[in-house]
Each structure stands twice: as C-alpha cells, then as structure tokens.
C-alpha cells in the first residue's frame, strides 16, 4: 500500500469517526471497510481479464453481515462509476484509471498492481463520501453475486445502453464544457464570478498537473535507463577487472559490484516514483476530468432552466389570450401550462442542488488535494535524498583503493 493510499485510509477514519467510519475497529460506531485485493488473471487472448477479490467489513444494518468477499472485474467498477455520475449531480465522483488497450502492458505485474490500487483507492473515495456511501449501487457492487453483477451490466442504465456509451458521454461532455470555456460555443451560460474563477481554476490545474505528470514520467524513464546502463556497465568492468588479476582488477571488480548494486536501486527508486509519485498526478488529472464532467451537468442543468423559464413565460402569455378570448381549449392549456410550470419549478431546484453540492465538493476536493500532493511530493524528495545518500556513499568508499592505484 503506498503512502497516499494509506493517508487516505487514516483521513477517511478521521473525517467519519462522528457518523460513519470505514476502517474503524469499534463495534459501536458505523463503519464501512472495503479492500481490493488477489488479481488474477482469467481467460485467454482477447478475452483475457483480470478479476479481484473485494472485501467488505462493516456494521452498517443495511449490509448483509459483518464480511462480505466478492469478485470483480475491471467492467464492475465502470458500472459503479457509470450508475453514480447518473445519479448524483453536482457530486465529484471518483475517477477510475484508464483501460490499456496494449496488449504487453495489459497483464504486467507492475500495471496490474497500479490498477489494484487505484481500484482500492476508488471505492474508499466513495464508501468514505458521507453522501455516496449510502448508494444502493455501492451495497449492491459490494454485496452481490457474480452473476447479479452480470445482469446488472447488461441492463439498461436509464439513457446509457451499456458502459461504453456513458464512457462517451463523459468524454463528450468534457469535450463540451471545454468548448464553452475557451469560447468555441456560446450558449446560455451562467454569469456568476464565483463560477467563471472554479472553471478558470479547474482547467488550468488539469493544464499543470497534467504537465508534473508527464515530468515525473520522464523522470521514471530516466532512473531506469540510468539503472540499466550502470547494470551493464558494472558487468563491463567485472569482466575487466578479471582480466587483471592485480589491485587494479580487484579495484575494477569493486567498481563494477557498486555500479550493479546502485543500479538496483535506481531501479527500485523508479518504481517507487511511480507508484508514489507519478501515479497520484495520474489519479488527481482524472479527478479533475471528473470535476469538468460535474461542471458540464452544471452548464447543462442551468440551461435547461432558463429554456423552461422562457417557454413558460411565453406559455402564459399564450394562456392569458386564450383566456380573454375564452377558447374552448382553456382547460387543456391551463393543464400544460402547469405541467410546464412544475417541469420549470424542478429544472431549478435540480440546477440549486447542483451548484450547492458543488461548493461543497470544490472545497473538499482542495483540502484533500493540498494534503495528498503534499504527500506524494514529501515522498519523492524523501527518495531522491535516499538514492543521492546511497549513490555518494558508493562512489566514496571507492576513492582510496582507486587512488591507491592511480599514486602506484
């Protein structure tokens, strides 16, 4: 478990110890535990999928018992991603990591384990939001049989057919709502100050994160080249040294020992970026891609409201003639007029939930944000001054026997 993982599992115990907390020991007080555990790859070629074990502890009277162990795959948990962004507006939902299409990258240990805990990390976002934990969609993801999950999947999810289709609704609203705030479509649009700075904000952070992240690959890809090439340099010079058979060949075999034990730990000190460093960056740029998503409902529920504002004004007007003119189609008017109204009146109670729940949710997400970054970043630094510790040391211990052999 890394870092982050962890400071999330001990900010999620402090944030619910008053009303519901997962991970918590106590019998008394509400809590909810969830674990992804145990990939194991199923099936063969294009059929392949990796499945896992997700564990459940909690004493909340809704939940079947006190354990419950299940088994899901990647798909599940887009159905539990896919069902919540329908039916929670202005909530941020948990971002999901991305599907690899690459067959090679697919089934490898270290991709495999980047997704274990990004799926760990996506349901404890959820069973820790004091909203999203009560979701019937959470107790069933975490309860059901495999083969209730399987009809679940299959189903219609009110205007999303299957999966995939939401996946490409999330893309296009994202791709919409960017669209609106470059200024490439004008439409109805919200004026408030409050609201252009978060849209302001929320691009420009996707903009930044998304640049660290792309570094702090580079920097993964550098540490193992660098640890490779030390690797082959230090068989070089083994090789070398052996050819010697004197101080200077016992000095070179020194070398090349050192070049393969720091290479080892540049290797080691890579895939602690990137499972500490880079892959939080990863998971905060698609937090904010879920966050755009939020804010395009937003675009699209304050829409629909002004629409319905007007068609009603001009639908009373309309009444009002036909009431002068004592129409004998009053009562069929009178009756869509205030279908239209109660249509109206709800658009906006729908577009006020939203905007509250999102001033809500903005503020959470940056104090979670400032905490998990100021995690991930103590870490990296953590462990750029372990290896530049390690590699000074190395090449010290070197010194006197090299001079030893350059004085003789």
Same mark, same amino acid.
């Given at each position: 478990m890394n870092p982050l993982q962890q400071h999330h599992q001990r900010s999620v115990v402090a944030a619910a110890a008053s009303s519901q907390s997962p991970r918590s020991p106590s019998s008394s007080t509400p809590f909810l535990s969830v674990s992804v555990t145990d990939p194991v790859k199923l099936g063969n070629g294009v059929q392949a999928y990796i499945s896992y074990r997700v564990i459940t502890k909690t004493n909340f009277p809704e939940y079947q018992g006190p354990e419950k162990i299940v088994i899901r795959r990647y798909s599940d948990f887009v159905w539990l991603r896919d069902r919540l962004f329908e039916k929670y507006k202005g909530i941020f939902i948990p971002p999901l990591p991305e599907k690899s299409a690459v067959e090679k990258f697919r089934f490898s240990a270290e991709?495999?384990?980047?997704?274990?805990?990004?799926?760990?990390?996506?349901?404890?976002?959820?069973?820790?939001?004091?909203?999203?934990?009560q979701s019937e969609d959470l107790r069933l993801f975490l309860q059901a049989e495999e083969e209730t999950m399987e009809r679940l999947r299959a189903q219609e999810t009110g205007i999303f057919k299957k999966p995939s289709d939401l996946m490409q609704i999330f893309k296009d609203v994202q791709s919409k709502v960017s669209d609106v705030v470059l200024g490439k479509e004008k439409p109805v649009e919200e004026s408030d100050p409050d609201y252009e700075k978060l849209k302001h904000y929320i691009f420009d952070l996707e903009n930044h994160l998304a640049e660290a992240q792309k570094h702090a690959y580079r920097l993964v890809k550098r540490h193992r080249e660098l640890g490779q090439s030390l690797s082959d340099f230090g068989k070089a010079v083994k090789l070398l040294g052996a050819s010697e058979g004197n101080s200077l060949g016992k000095a070179f075999s020194e070398l090349g020992i050192k070049s393969e034990i720091l290479s080892t730990k540049l290797q080691k000190e890579a895939h602690q970026i990137l499972m500490n460093f880079e892959e939080p960056l990863k998971d905060y740029v698609r937090a904010v891609q879920s966050i755009k998503a939020?804010? %395009?409902?937003? !675009? *699209?529920?304050?829409?629909?409201?002004?629409q319905l504002a007007e068609t009603v004004k001009l639908k009373e007007i309309e009444l009002e003639r036909q009431r002068l003119h004592r129409s004998e189609k009053l009562a069929e008017a009178e009756r869509e007029y205030n279908e239209l109204k109660a249509e109206s009146e709800?658009?906006?109670?729908?577009?006020?939930?939203?905007?509250?729940?999102?001033?809500?949710?903005?503020g959470r997400f940056q104090e979670q944000k400032t905490l998990d970054m100021g995690i991930a970043f103590h870490e990296f630094a953590k462990?750029? %001054?372990?290896? !530049? *510790?390690?590699?000074?040391?190395?090449w010290r211990s070197l010194l006197p026997k090299l001079e030893a052999c350059s004085a003789a």
């Open positions: 991709f495999i384990e980047m997704r274990r805990q990004a799926l760990d990390l996506f349901v404890n976002r959820i069973a820790s939001h004091h909203e999203l934990q939020t804010i %395009a409902e937003r !675009a *699209n529920a304050f829409r629909k409201q002004c709800h658009a906006t109670k729908t577009f006020e939930s939203i905007v509250r729940l999102m001033n809500e949710e903005i462990g750029q %001054a372990r290896l !530049a *510790n390690d590699i000074a040391g190395a």
